[in-house]
């Protein structure tokens, strides 16, 4: 018999069809705008030095069981200094489980499932838009999905009214998911008064943040400053969960290094929920491999690596910061009419341009540059030296 001849193709993930349609273009002028993964000036992926240093420094290691168990914790232990600050009371005090998880999307993954177990009726919020993964990730771990205002198509900026409309409107106690900093797809985040506010809201309705932090150190270059928003519910008295990855600041994409954790009330029900997030990977991988994760532990626990990391770190936001301006400018030396505020007022690895599918579909059609046919530009994928091709081909699509 033919066991599996009612099996259809699964849709095209978005991202990887522009991926796929950028590899079988043979022209030499094409540019790949899809991915969000960094490139250097030249286009080139980049393997940042402190992981070059940090993976001679544990050549060799042998990874014996009762090594993985240690790595895991310290890896848990610097990934939430970064996140919550290292004099965080909440760290001090042992109140708050967490575990390394396979990226952040692992780590999503886990807390919906985590979700799924202890609050069965719940559901989860998401921002519209938001990176499609998530809708995806809580659908799988079969917690329903709702949305809430976020981008406003007009001003390219936050609809902050709706926001917090929506936030007002949701039952008491709903579980939201929030970008921290540099917003996917839209590069848009909220001000520091607005994350008051909005923090302000989340305690006055009783709702669960959960922060999915993809880009610590892409916005503004500085990893606390990246943090700001935690912070800000972290001092209001929040119980927070938070999703982190390495993939993006640290250039780890392929290594799957992060970290889920979640904020308790005191160190006993941290040991609990601990136990909780345990039993569920058991179950579905049981550990993350264990070379990244001691890869990113030694990284952070050494304070030499750790400074060069952020060295590095600032200068990927520097240049995705220059390649904006640069396409800000030269649009307007090409005498474009249309404002592109937006494309330096936004942050982060994406510029959400704008441009419509039909003007998507002409850049690639006529000037083979690929992106998203939301109009999400990778600013990672924009060069020094193709950086004119692109305004230039922007300019002819928006006449
Ligand atoms: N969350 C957001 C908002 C993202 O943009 C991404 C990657 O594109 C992820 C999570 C997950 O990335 P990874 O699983 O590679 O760490």
Same mark, same amino acid.
């Given at each position: ?30 540019i790949?705008l899809g991915?969000g ?8 992926? $980049? ?28 890896? $848990? ?6 996140? !919550? ?64 205002? !976020?981008y406003h198509p007009d001003s390219k900026g936050l ?23 540099a917003h996917n797809p839209t590069g848009v985040d ?25 880009y610590?150190?892409f916005a503004s270059g ?30 780890? !994409? ?60 600032? $200068?990927?936001a520097n240049r995705i910061h220059r390649m904006r301006s640069t396409l800000h400018e030269s649009l307007k030396k090409l005498g474009s009419p249309l404002n592109w505020d937006h494309m330096t007022n936004q942050v982060g690895m994406f510029c959400f341009s704008g441009l419509s599918?039909?003007q998507v579909?002409?850049l ?5 540059i !690929?992106m998203t046919?939301d109009g999400r530009i990778s600013m990672a994928g924009v060069t020094t030296?193709n950086v004119s091709y692109l305004a230039n081909a922007i300019h002819e699509v928006t006449k």
């Amino acid at each position: 018999i033919d066991w599996w001849d009612h099996v259809g193709h699964a849709p095209k993930d978005p991202i990887m069809s522009v991926t796929e349609a950028f590899l079988s273009d043979t022209s030499p002028n094409k540019i790949n705008l899809g991915v969000g993964a960094y490139r250097d000036d030249d286009g080139r992926p $980049v393997v940042l030095q402190c992981v070059r240093d940090g993976e001679v420094k544990i050549a060799g290691t042998e990874f014996l069981e009762s090594v993985s168990a240690s790595v895991s914790s310290k890896l $848990v232990e610097e990934s939430v200094k970064l996140i !919550y600050g290292k004099e965080a009371d909440f760290i001090k005090e042992g109140r708050f489980a967490g575990v390394q998880a396979l990226s952040g999307t692992g780590a999503c993954r886990l807390f919906a499932e985590f979700q799924r177990r202890f609050y069965p009726q719940s559901r989860i919020y998401l921002p519209i838009p938001t990176w499609s993964n998530h809708h995806n990730i809580w659908r799988d771990a079969q917690v329903p999905g709702r949305t809430f205002h !976020y981008y406003h198509p007009d001003s390219k900026g936050l609809h902050f009214a709706a926001l917090m409309d929506d936030i007002k409107n949701a039952p008491d106690r709903s579980f939201f998911l929030l970008h921290p900093c540099a917003h996917n797809p839209t590069g848009v985040d909220p001000t520091e008064e607005q994350w008051r506010e909005i923090s302000n809201l989340f305690k006055v309705k009783n709702h669960f943040p959960f922060f999915d932090m993809a880009y610590q150190g892409f916005a503004s270059g500085d990893l606390d400053k990246d943090a700001k928003a935690i912070r800000i519910f972290l001092e209001d008295g929040h119980l927070i969960g938070c999703a982190q990855s390495f993939a993006k600041n640290m250039g780890l !994409y392929g290594h799957r290094v992060g970290c889920l954790s979640v904020l308790c009330v005191d160190a006993k029900q941290a040991v609990a929920i601990k136990s909780q997030l345990q039993h569920i990977t058991r179950a579905m991988y049981s550990s993350p491999p264990v070379h990244g994760i001691l890869l990113v532990s030694t990284i952070l626990s050494d304070p030499h690596l750790k400074e060069l990391w952020k060295k590095e770190l600032k $200068v990927m936001a520097n240049r995705i910061h220059r390649m904006r301006s640069t396409l800000h400018e030269s649009l307007k030396k090409l005498g474009s009419p249309l404002n592109w505020d937006h494309m330096t007022n936004q942050v982060g690895m994406f510029c959400f341009s704008g441009l419509s599918p039909d003007q998507v579909n002409r850049l690639v059609k006529e000037f083979h540059i !690929y992106m998203t046919y939301d109009g999400r530009i990778s600013m990672a994928g924009v060069t020094t030296s193709n950086v004119s091709y692109l305004a230039n081909a922007i300019h002819e699509v928006t006449k």
